[in-house]
């Protein structure tokens, strides 16, 4: 019986050894690419906890090589650090925790000694607490508007998605609907940011102008992208398509970048989101092509 316990302790310390590994680099490399002082010192001591983890692992183990994915794995998550901030790709390489934490208790019984048992009670309290106050000490200027750019963004995919598929039922004329779209984008985010603006006012710790500019940039970059393909592709079926997909892209990633910040489910989010973009789309296409219909507007617009 101890000689199986001693093998599973081995197996599972083996384990949690590249785990550790892999976190302890990436904090490293975050730390690298970090040019604010601040952030750049909170990710160091994120990589020595987790050097310490891995660490105490490694003694149960005897060696270790690292695996192709602790080896390729930080320098995606630098990439993800320039796209979406620190605090995103820290909170990202957080998400798993919660199951470490059980498996590491589930290590506490095959611990021999009362000093490794206390260790492990102690990397256990790191990262269910004191890895996460390091993340929240990040403070990032994305994160205080994170709310302002989502509620640009997520208003532009589906007013614009609506504005297109409406008039997909009204002309065939791909060039007119991606000026419709871009008439009523640029309309629309001058009416966000003013709302967004309005809104910041009452809310400590936000700059209201900068949550106007993030929600009036977000829209229209949003509203941009989707009526390009009209620009681009003759066929107004085509260009829909195309406009459509990106839509999703953008619901793709605001929705899970969002998910990460708040620690939310990103599937449910991310369907009920491109459910009621096809929604509208759908409503505004049928709604165009019914007034389109009464008014005989399709015979003067080609």
């Not at 490293?28 to 692992?57: I, P, Q, Y």
């Not at 909170?91 to 290590?107: I, Q, T």
């Not at 620009?231 to 839509?247: D, G, P, Q, T």
């Amino acid at each position: 019986m101890e000689t199986n316990s001693k093998k599973n302790l081995v197996q599972l310390a083996a384990e949690f050894c590249d785990d550790e590994y892999l976190d302890h680099r990436v904090y490293a490399v975050l730390a690298g690419v970090e040019w604010n002082k601040k952030r750049r010192e909170v990710l160091r001591r994120l990589s020595d906890v987790e050097k310490r983890h891995f660490d105490f692992w490694l003694k149960f183990v005897g060696s270790y090589k690292p695996s192709l994915k602790a080896r390729i794995y930080p320098y995606l998550f630098a990439f993800l650090r320039l796209l979406f901030g620190a605090t995103f790709a820290a909170k990202l390489l957080e998400r798993g925790e919660d199951k470490a934490v059980e498996k590491y208790r589930m290590a506490l019984d095959l611990m021999e000694t009362p000093e490794d048992r206390k260790t492990l009670e102690a990397i256990i309290a790191d990262e269910m607490e004191h890895e996460k106050e390091f993340i929240g000490q990040l403070d990032e200027a994305i994160v205080k508007y994170m709310s302002a750019l989502v509620l640009g963004m997520a208003d532009a995919i589906i007013e614009i998605t609506g504005t297109h598929a409406g008039a997909l039922g009204t002309t065939s004329s791909a060039i007119i609907t991606g000026v419709v779209g871009l008439v009523v984008g640029v309309s629309a985010a001058i009416s966000m940011a003013s709302a967004s603006y309005l809104q910041t006012k009452h809310e400590t710790g936000k700059s209201p102008t900068v949550a106007a500019l993030v929600t009036g940039v977000g829209y229209v970059v949003a509203a941009a992208l989707m009526s390009l393909p009209y620009f681009l592709a003759e066929n107004i079926y085509a260009a829909f398509a195309a406009s459509l997909a990106v839509s999703v892209v953008l619901a793709l990633m605001f929705t899970y970048q969002g998910s990460v910040y708040a620690d939310r489910d990103f599937r449910s989010e991310f369907v009920q989101t491109v459910g009621l973009l096809l929604g509208v789309a759908a409503l505004a296409y049928f709604l165009g092509d019914a007034l389109s219909a009464a008014f005989g507007i399709r015979s003067l617009i080609k």
